[in-house]
């Protein structure tokens, strides 16, 4: 056996890895006594994550529980975001870059930022917004791709309390409109356009469409991402130029404006269980010292590192661990444009080789993409500026773990699987990368203060070695406050399943984030997937049934069920089965009409990989869709129970048409 498959072999039988010692060495977190610390300084432990920050007013009580679930942190105490991000790391880092921003063509040279021009840039762009008449708590909305102006105008929102609320750059004219609409928001920064593949893609021409959706007037202003490839775009009298914005406002300051803790700092749109996309709700203090904290701990970010999060604004993870939480605590945070295949397969390590990047945060399903294209990519490069590795997103199997260790990491790398959601703000389960052993497949233990169990079906908790659902049975800081506008749903989509909504006692009150999972004898919490109806599409995540009301929407169709199936490297796709109206025979033309509408109403990230007609959908007595047993279908597994089933004969010749028999 040559020297290399001995590693693979030893490595993939290997179960249990330390931390490495290089690692622990230098790590901002070494002692395993922080987790019962911070027990039993519940809830006074998060202290030290608002000691990151800087406040105007300090805070009176750190956490308010007396009308849950509507808990409230750091009350009493006010501050900025932006001034926390930007105006604080002047006197040390004014010259430092706080964001290298790495355009997609590889003839333009990076963009590297310093905290001083940050400073700046922010100062100038939260004047602009305010001439054009943004005041504090107006909703302003980006649908911007990954331009260097978007990191500057959150934290100009920030500065003058204007939360903003971002709709991924993916997202259609529509689902653009829907979000402006749900958010009463008059103002909306986009772009002109931005590379991709090395085609320059045009994305005013969408957001324009969303515009003339909204059902109030919009004022707009709009980067100029593509200078001379752009697509012809005259600006109107309500779209703003944004380099002539800021050149209007050259060298002009704004204060910033003292937040009350709890002020929103922003919205964020995502996928539930029904149709309607919900307005998740952050807050200033909560969010923005959890981010810091948990990107200190779980990252191990440090003011000098250069760490890259290949993640895309336009997503939580991207607000939390590209923007807010690596701005806060100094560092130099990269951000790139573009594919990761562009101009080949080894764009991203060329990116950790160039910058000496320290810490690279990526996706299980960026990983299996990685091993697909092979080790002779990273291989090309120098990649051992890294120290640390992490994943978000979905569950990752051992097998991409032990790649991404073996072959990004160099096996000098812990490797932080970190689950959380929109909704947490941050890190919830996940090793601390000093600390503790890492068991690939397995995100590990609740953070340090975090009250995660798995729960069966009354809300009991299961035994070590057992399964059932991820619940949180305490408040922490990052966490959601509410659904913009709407407590009621706030309630009954994360608490009413585990709580006693009538009590006003905390104890009674569990978050539940509708995710499977087992845990093992060490406490270890193996997160499975989804549990409602959310699909998660290499990372992205998105909601089946306002998928299904796309396709249902378009036109010939007559009744569809849209379920997530498994996928090698996107980890689930979307499966559309769809009855045609009677008469109607064109399957050709229906496919098209259905790709159109799921591209019109969400975006191209939601069309079906596979459609499949039927004549008929496998039904209760009551007329409910099973999509239980599509699903079973879709991934070729055996079938479930059919006995309940109206139609049970339908089942095996939908079966056949799948596989084609
Ligand atoms: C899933 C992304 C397993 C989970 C930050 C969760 C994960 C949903 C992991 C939230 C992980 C996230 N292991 N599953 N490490 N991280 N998930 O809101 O199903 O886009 O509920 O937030 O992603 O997706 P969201």
Redesign the pocket.
């Known amino acids: 056996m040559t020297e290399e498959t001995n590693l693979e072999t030893r490595i993939a039988e290997q179960d249990v890895f330390e931390p490495p010692a290089s690692f622990v060495e230098q790590a901002n977190v070494t002692d395993a006594g922080i987790y019962e610390e911070f027990e039993e300084n519940w809830p006074d432990c998060w202290e030290g994550a608002a000691d990151l920050l800087s406040w105007d007013e300090d805070y009176e009580t750190v956490l308010d529980d007396s009308n849950p679930p509507f808990y409230e942190w750091f009350t009493g105490g006010t501050l900025n975001a932006s001034y926390n991000c930007v105006d604080r790391h002047l006197p040390e880092r004014a010259d430092e870059v706080a964001i290298e921003w790495v355009g997609e063509p590889t003839d333009e040279s990076n963009r590297s930022i310093t905290y001083g021009e940050l400073h700046r840039e922010v100062n100038e762009f939260a004047a602009a917004l305010r001439d054009l008449g943004v005041s504090e708590d107006d909703v302003v909305t980006m649908h911007m791709p990954m331009v260097a102006a978007h990191p500057v105008a959150l934290l100009a929102c920030a500065r003058i309390g204007a939360p903003h609320s971002v709709v991924f750059a993916g997202f259609s004219a529509e689902a653009l409109a829907d979000r402006m609409n749900a958010a009463d928001s008059e103002y909306l920064i986009t772009a002109d356009g931005y590379y991709r593949r090395g085609d320059p893609l045009d994305h005013l021409s969408k957001s324009r469409e969303g515009v003339a959706d909204v059902d109030h007037d919009v004022e707009t202003v709009v980067v100029d991402r593509l200078g001379d490839d752009g697509h012809g775009h005259d600006l109107r009298a309500d779209e703003h130029d944004y380099d002539d914005l800021m050149a209007a406002h050259e060298g002009a300051t704004v204060e910033p404006v003292e937040r009350d803790a709890e002020d929103m700092l922003f919205l964020m749109y ?1 996928s539930g269980t029904t149709g309607k996309p919900k307005g998740v709700k952050h807050t200033t203090a909560g969010y923005l010292a959890w981010t810091a904290w948990t990107s200190q701990n779980v990252l191990d970010v440090k003011p000098e590192d250069t760490y890259f999060c290949s993640a895309d604004i336009g ?3 991207g607000h ?1 661990y590209i923007v807010y939480g690596p701005l806060a605590l100094g560092t130099t945070t990269t951000m790139y444009e573009g594919a990761p295949d562009y101009p080949e397969q080894d764009r991203f390590w060329e990116i950790v080789d160039d910058l000496d990047v320290t810490q690279f945060y990526t996706a ?1 399903t960026a990983i299996r993409s990685f091993m697909k294209w092979g080790a002779e990519y990273p291989e090309r490069h120098d990649l051992s500026s890294l120290r640390l590795l992490g ?6 199997n051992p097998k991409p773990w032990k790649w991404y260790y073996t072959h990004i990491g160099g096996e000098e790398c812990p490797i932080v ?8 703000g941050g890190h919830m ?2 090793t601390l990368p000093g600390v503790n052993d890492m068991k690939p497949g397995s ?1 590990g233990p609740p953070l340090p203060g975090v009250d995660a169990q798995v729960v069966d079906g009354d809300g009991e908790e299961v035994p070590a070695g057992g399964a059932g659902y991820l619940t949180v049975q305490k408040p922490w800081p990052g966490m959601l406050r509410t659904l913009y506008n709407n407590d009621e749903r706030f309630i009954e989509e994360y608490w009413a399943e585990y709580s006693d909504t009538e009590s006003d006692d905390p104890e009674d009150w569990v978050y539940f ?3 499977g999972a087992k845990v093992d004898e060490d406490g270890y919490i ?5 549990v409602d109806d ?1 699909v ?1 599409v290499s ?3 998105l909601g089946t049934m306002e998928i299904e009301s796309a396709v249902v929407s378009a036109d010939h169709v007559a009744e569809a069920a849209v379920v997530g199936a498994d996928h090698d490297v996107k980890g689930e796709t979307i499966h559309a089965y769809v009855i045609l109206e009677s008469g109607v025979d064109d399957e050709e033309a229906v496919r098209k009409h259905i790709e159109n509408a799921v591209e019109d109403k969400i975006g191209p990230i939601a069309r079906p990989e596979r459609i499949v007609f039927t004549p008929e959908l496998p039904k209760t007595r009551s007329g409910k869709i099973m999509r239980r047993l599509l699903e079973e279908i879709s991934d070729g597994e055996e079938l479930g129970d059919t006995s309940t089933l109206r139609n049970p004969e339908i089942v095996r010749d939908i079966e056949a048409e799948v596989r084609g028999e």
């Not at 994943?391 to 990752?396: K, Q």
């Open positions: 995502t997503w939580i993870t939390s299980p994943t978000v997103g979905e569950p990752i699987d970190t689950w959380w959601q929109t909704e947490t389960v996940t995100a984030p509708e995710d193996t997160v499975v997937g989804r959310v998660n990372g992205h995540r």
